[in-house]
């Protein structure tokens, strides 16, 4: 059972329990290793012929490439958006990497494509990473965190698909992690979040439920100064385009299915994955969105622990969306390390390290089950935080 007890004392400063730091180390050097040995094989970033490996980040620097060249508007035109990642990675390839975020998240882009594609996918992946160690590592309060978010397991499907899970996961624990003393700056991370707005649903629910009144009035300036910032640098027709592209992105993700059904990691990925039809998927969808919402939107009204209302807005927020995929479950570090605080602080409930052990078990097994292994991760830690909000008023009294 040595394994279950995950800090080997009480309190903020309690080290991890010996196995439960190794299986941290092994891990986190295992994702190391295959890094380097995809890198040196030209399996990841860069190809044995020194073109470019086609990943999700290819979409982002292509769009960045023609937000530079003035045609912004044209990274949500399939076709054209393809010819310039083909062009990116040097050789064509099969598929398609879409551009489906909102113009404002061009600016970052239009960063990255300012120097060449293999050096901007590691100057992404490896330049956002600390954001989200920090993050963990300040949520947990000491060097724990770090540790610990870097052997969480969806950090490696981040890394090999260049991906934002690591910038999502520091905006939404920022946020959470800030809100209690800083409110205005919680409000501004909460603001940026709206780059991927389907992750960000769940907040004004939180905020007006909780009163935050302050933070609420900051993230939706935020927002808004970022849109008009958008609007003047890439015009009122890229704004056009995206909205254009929500119904296209939809139908060809969520009601074709072009992307496999078991990637994704929700309600609608698990019934259309087992053969459900596209209304009874919505369906569930939508049951599940609106249970993740009424949850919230209770427990922010209430007195309950800031690590139980942080963890429960993060894990809603993933439960909420119909589209979510293994990178975006980066995100899932927050919650997990709020509730750890929180035991560590108070002690754990029993079994409850045990559930954390075996949402991460999920998330591992991944790259070999094909199945939203990931929802089933979400509805685990669900449980063990709604398990948290109701055992926590009897302790008290």
């Given at each position: 059972?040595?394994?279950?007890?995950?800090?080997?004392?009480?309190?903020?400063?309690?080290?991890?329990?010996?196995?439960?730091?190794?299986?941290?180390?092994?891990?986190?050097?295992?994702?190391?290793?295959?890094?380097?040995?995809?890198?040196?094989?030209?399996?990841?970033?860069?190809?044995?012929?020194?073109?470019?490996?086609?990943?999700?980040?290819?979409?982002?620097?292509?769009?960045?490439?023609?937000?530079?060249?003035?045609?912004?508007?044209?990274?949500?035109?399939?076709?054209?958006?393809?010819?310039?990642?083909?062009?990116?990675?040097?050789?064509?390839?099969?598929?398609?990497?879409?551009?489906?975020?909102?113009?404002?998240?061009?600016?970052?882009?239009?960063?990255?494509?300012?120097?060449?594609?293999?050096?901007?996918?590691?100057?992404?992946?490896?330049?956002?990473?600390?954001?989200?160690?920090?993050?963990?590592?300040?949520?947990?309060?000491?060097?724990?965190?770090?540790?610990?978010?870097?052997?969480?397991?969806?950090?490696?499907?981040?890394?090999?698909?260049?991906?934002?899970?690591?910038?999502?996961?520091?905006?939404?624990?920022?946020?959470?992690?800030?809100?209690?003393?800083?409110?205005?700056?919680?409000?501004?991370?909460?603001?940026?979040?709206?780059?991927?707005?389907?992750?960000?649903?769940?907040?004004?629910?939180?905020?007006?439920?909780?009163?935050?009144?302050?933070?609420?009035?900051?993230?939706?300036?935020?927002?808004?100064?970022?849109?008009?910032?958008?609007?003047?640098?890439?015009?009122?027709?890229?704004?056009?385009?995206?909205?254009?592209?929500?119904?296209?992105?939809?139908?060809?993700?969520?009601?074709?299915?072009?992307?496999?059904?078991?990637?994704?990691?929700?309600?609608?990925?698990?019934?259309?994955?087992?053969?459900?039809?596209?209304?009874?998927?919505?369906?569930?969808?939508?049951?599940?969105?609106?249970?993740?919402?009424?949850?919230?939107?209770?427990?922010?009204?209430?007195?309950?622990?800031?690590?139980?209302?942080?963890?429960?807005?993060?894990?809603?927020?993933?439960?909420?969306?119909?589209?979510?995929?293994?990178?975006?479950?980066?995100?899932?570090?927050?919650?997990?390390?709020?509730?750890?605080?929180?035991?560590?602080?108070?002690?754990?409930?029993?079994?409850?390290?045990?559930?954390?052990?075996?949402?991460?078990?999920?998330?591992?097994?991944?790259?070999?089950v094909k199945a939203p292994v990931g929802f089933a991760a979400l509805v685990i830690v669900a449980a063990l935080i709604a398990r948290r909000a109701l055992v926590?008023?009897?302790?008290?009294?």
């Amino acid at each position: 059972m040595a394994l279950f007890h995950v800090a080997s004392e009480r309190g903020p400063g309690a080290p991890l329990a010996r196995p439960v730091a190794r299986a941290c180390l092994a891990l986190a050097f295992a994702y190391a290793v295959y890094l380097a040995a995809s890198y040196a094989h030209g399996l990841w970033i860069v190809a044995p012929d020194g073109g470019g490996v086609p990943s999700d980040f290819v979409n982002v620097w292509a769009a960045g490439r023609m937000a530079l060249a003035g045609h912004a508007a044209a990274a949500y035109d399939w076709p054209a958006h393809k010819l310039v990642e083909e062009a990116a990675v040097g050789h064509p390839f099969a598929g398609y990497f879409g551009w489906h975020y909102p113009p404002t998240f061009l600016f970052v882009a239009a960063a990255l494509a300012l120097i060449p594609y293999a050096a901007a996918y590691a100057l992404w992946v490896f330049g956002t990473f600390p954001i989200y160690l920090a993050t963990v590592g300040a949520v947990v309060g000491d060097r724990t965190g770090y540790l610990l978010a870097a052997a969480f397991p969806a950090v490696l499907a981040n890394f090999v698909v260049g991906q934002n899970g690591f910038l999502t996961a520091g905006l939404i624990g920022g946020a959470l992690a800030c809100l209690p003393r800083r409110p205005l700056f919680a409000g501004v991370l909460v603001g940026l979040l709206a780059y991927k707005p389907h992750l960000g649903l769940l907040f004004p629910i939180a905020l007006a439920a909780g009163g935050h009144w302050r933070t609420a009035t900051s993230a939706a300036l935020v927002a808004l100064l970022a849109a008009a910032a958008a609007w003047l640098a890439f015009g009122g027709d890229a704004w056009a385009a995206f909205f254009a592209n929500i119904g296209h992105t939809s139908r060809a993700f969520l009601s074709e299915g072009r992307a496999d059904w078991s990637k994704l990691q929700t309600a609608f990925g698990l019934i259309r994955t087992v053969g459900g039809s596209e209304a009874l998927a919505w369906a569930a969808q939508a049951a599940t969105a609106l249970s993740a919402a009424a949850a919230v939107a209770l427990l922010w009204r209430t007195a309950a622990a800031p690590e139980i209302k942080a963890a429960a807005l993060a894990t809603g927020a993933m439960l909420a969306t119909p589209y979510l995929y293994t990178y975006d479950l980066v995100v899932l570090a927050v919650p997990l390390a709020f509730l750890y605080r929180l035991g560590r602080a108070r002690g754990f409930l029993p079994r409850e390290t045990a559930g954390i052990g075996l949402a991460c078990l999920l998330i591992l097994s991944f790259p070999f089950v094909k199945a939203p292994v990931g929802f089933a991760a979400l509805v685990i830690v669900a449980a063990l935080i709604a398990r948290r909000a109701l055992v926590a008023p009897r302790i008290a009294a």
